[in-house]
């Protein structure tokens, strides 16, 4: 499947779980301004801790941004260190929404190389590396928060994460 087709496919499936499950999900009886989550995968690739900020928006929809920490990967002999900013669109009024929004990951690279000569090369460099966000989100009314998402790096490959946290 090409990646628009499976953008597409992934939205659409998201969309049609909402719309179902708004429905039958109550109301927030308190409105949660921030939130810290734990996420596997997403948009640091392989873990990260991330602060989140919530802003409520007209018609109830509210803006998410959030600053985190990525563990360090390492991508073909790169070790590389992340700190993804994330802005999401929450759509709807209710514990389980859709959720929709991109990221901006600055970061830092660090590599060794035998590859070019005999003797050893090394070197760092900064880049950064965005990415968007199709997904679902629950928000329960103690807290817990429950985030699954599909998190393709738009310049390196597709990638998908699972964030489970507490809102305050």
Known sequence: MKLPQLLSALFFVTVVFFSATKSQA???PVFRKNAVYAELGGTALKASISYERLKLLKKGNTLAMSIGVGAP??????????VPVQFNWLLGKSASRAELGFSINPAYHTYTSFKSTPEETSGQYYTAMPSIRIGYRYTGPKGLVFRAGYTPMLVMFPWAGVSLGYSF
Do not use: H
């Open 73 to 82: 990967v390492t991508i073909e002999g790169t070790r590389v260190y992340m």
């Open 26 to 28: 109550q109301e927030l």
